[in-house]
């Protein structure tokens, strides 16, 4: 058995395939300068131009020191507000691009490149105008901005929470309006009140040093976060129970997934303590609006401040916008000066070192895999990231901080497991990160949440790549307990089948069903009556039943129902069946198709 960690296997052979996309023999440095004087100092490696460096096209407005430090490197073109006929004309003269989120970066683009672009960088964290596909396709990197707004956001959220908590916004729009009352506008103060931090990432941890320094006791919900980055900053974790119960601030900070969405419903507003307030420089998606309008009608929250909102900009019948209880800005988190100039400085670092062939956690896509390999790895490829994906839904609030892959597979230590073990982590990922996750930069990205993975290569009999592939996570804690095998980790095994994945088992559990849509796992006595009943609680909700896999560990012993559907249950669909005499706990997986 040959027991490896997943970052030297990564680090040992990405950086060489990378280092494949620069062409010249020679080496320069940028250094990075601004009020605060040297930052920090790249080089970069890239393809020649007759100057003997490469070429930049800036093609969208960017903060002069960003501009700056390319020039230093580069032979810097700004070009701005072309057409699609004048950035097709110019692309092929360029080694790499700058751009914002207006211009386009199509196949068509990439095609006229001739395959000398090789550095796409967007000033910015969104890359959706970018073709990933036709980037990867032709070893073009791209490269966006993900923390150079941190502190913008961090402080928009600070600034919304004070405002909320002493009415400014309606306090001025009634002065505005001819009006003096003192007394309508009465607030509270922040001192000694708890702030319940949802989502403690990069901007929830500046928010909660910053509430700290206003006098706030800080607790924070995170399942994915660790207690030590925590509690260095005075923060304790919590379940997301104890923190609706306990918080009089809530300050969210979570992306935007399945688990997330409407994460604030009904549900969670009638649990929280009668005149909380909440603030929201997140996504708009994590709160029901229609459900926190009504809490808000019932005085169950007394206020809330929004930068983000579900549709944005907002439909005009918003429940949320024109009440006096709501104070809203038009996603003004990463609006700031400094922010905008940091993001300038982030991005040409990135393009820097992406066109050096460095390895940088920014990368937003793969280098192009052979298509030999990547034909022959495809459907294992999608059982890894769906088995990452289904792992991490079974994680209690506790989180976790270690991640074990275990690969079953002829080719012993000779396995290339980088794109499976990127898929794992990517699918892992996926549910507590908005980050795009790839072969380049996944190990970076977990090292960064404090997950360490390790892997592990069993050799087998057969012909096949992989026999199967099992996704351990150590945590203390799980949402279903049968899913923790003998070893006290939430595990779940699968594998390809008719070139199709599979999982296979579930804790120590032998289940049969494909990784697709939504999937329903119930733990029964093994007693005739129980299947009938809960696909009886499931018709009322008029959700089908796709497939049903049912694996027990003895006649008459505890049995585990996989059930595939066609919806997502609710909560009080879950409840239903919980209620069902021989149900002993339910769990819910969803999107599990890679």
């Known amino acids: 058995m040959l027991a490896t960690t997943a970052q030297n296997r990564v680090l040992g052979t990405s950086s060489s395939t990378l280092a494949k996309a620069a062409t010249a023999p020679f080496k320069v440095t940028a250094i990075r300068r601004s009020s605060k004087g040297i930052r920090a100092s790249t080089s970069v490696r890239a393809s020649l131009s007759t100057n003997g460096k490469p070429t930049v096209l800036v093609a969208e407005k960017l903060g002069a020191g960003g501009v700056e430090m390319l020039k230093e490197v580069a032979d810097v073109r700004t070009v701005l507000n072309m057409t699609k006929e004048q950035l097709l004309e110019n692309i092929s003269t360029v080694d790499a691009i700058v751009i914002r989120s207006a211009t386009k970066v199509t196949r068509e683009v990439f095609e006229a490149s001739k395959g000398r672009l090789r550095v796409v960088g967007r000033a910015g964290v969104g890359i959706d105008n970018v073709d990933l596909t036709a980037a990867s396709e032709t070893g073009c990197l791209v490269v966006n901005a993900p923390t150079a707004n941190t502190i913008a956001a961090a402080e928009h959220g600070i600034s919304l929470l004070t405002a909320l908590a002493r009415n400014v916004a309606q306090a001025d729009a009634s002065m505005k309006a001819g009006g003096w009352d003192r007394t309508t506008y009465v607030g509270v103060s922040v001192v000694g009140k708890t702030l319940a931090i949802i989502g403690f990432g990069k901007v929830g941890g500046e928010v909660a040093r910053r509430a700290k320094g206003l006098g706030m006791t800080v607790i924070a919900f995170d399942p994915y976060a660790s207690e030590e980055r925590a509690a260095a900053v005075g923060v304790k974790l919590v379940s997301f129970d104890e923190a609706l119960a306990t918080g009089d601030f809530f300050s969210l900070h979570m992306p935007l997934t399945p688990t997330t969405k409407n994460l604030f419903d009904d549900a969670a507003f009638a649990k929280i303590k009668k005149g909380s307030r909440i603030i929201n420089v997140a996504r708009g998606g994590v709160i029901d609006e229609a459900a926190l309008a009504r809490a808000l009608d019932a005085k169950q929250v007394a206020g809330a401040a929004l930068d983000v909102f579900a549709q944005e900009p907002p439909a005009a019948d918003n429940p949320l916008v024109n009440r006096k209880d709501v104070i809203c800005t038009p996603h003004l988190g ?10 300038s400085y982030e991005i040409a670092e990135a393009v820097v070192s992406a066109l050096n062939g460095e390895l940088t956690s920014s990368v937003v896509n793969a280098p192009m895999v052979p298509p030999e390999v990547l034909k022959e790895l495809a ?3 999608g059982l890894a990231q769906s088995l990452g994906h289904a792992a991490v839904q079974l994680v209690d609030d506790h989180g976790f901080s270690e991640v074990h892959i275990t690969y079953h597979s002829p080719r012993g230590d000779l396995l290339d497991s980088r794109l499976l073990r990127a898929n794992v982590v990517r699918g892992i990922l996926q549910q507590i990160t908005t980050s795009q996750v790839n072969i380049v930069n996944a190990d970076l990205l977990a090292k960064k949440r404090g997950v360490r993975i390790v892997e592990t290569v069993v050799p087998s009999e057969g012909a096949a790549v992989l ?7 150590v945590s203390r804690a799980s949402r279903f307990s049968s899913a923790v095998n003998g070893r006290g980790q ?7 089948k008719s070139g199709k994945p599979f999982l296979t088992q579930i804790g120590d559990f ?3 069903l494909a990784t697709e849509g939504e999937v329903l796992l119930v733990r029964q006595n093994d007693q005739p009556g129980i299947i009938a009943t809960v696909a009886s609680e499931l018709a009322k909700k008029e959700i089908n039943i796709s497939f049903m896999s049912v ?3 003895g006649r008459g012993a505890d049995a585990i129902m996989a059930i595939g559907i066609d919806g997502s249950p609710d909560k009080e669909l879950l409840g239903a069946i919980s ?4 149900v002993q706990e339910t769990a819910a997986l969803s999107n599990l198709r890679a």
């Open 510 to 512: 032998d289940v049969d």
């Open 467 to 473: 026999n199967s592939l099992e996704v351990a996570i």
């Open 579 to 582: 209620s069902v005499r021989g």
């Open 490 to 496: 939430i595990s779940v095994s699968g594998a390809v």
């Open 334 to 343: 990463a609006s700031t000066k400094e922010a905008q100039e940091e993001v």
């Open 379 to 381: 459907p294992y490829v």
């Open 551 to 553: 694996g027990r560990t």
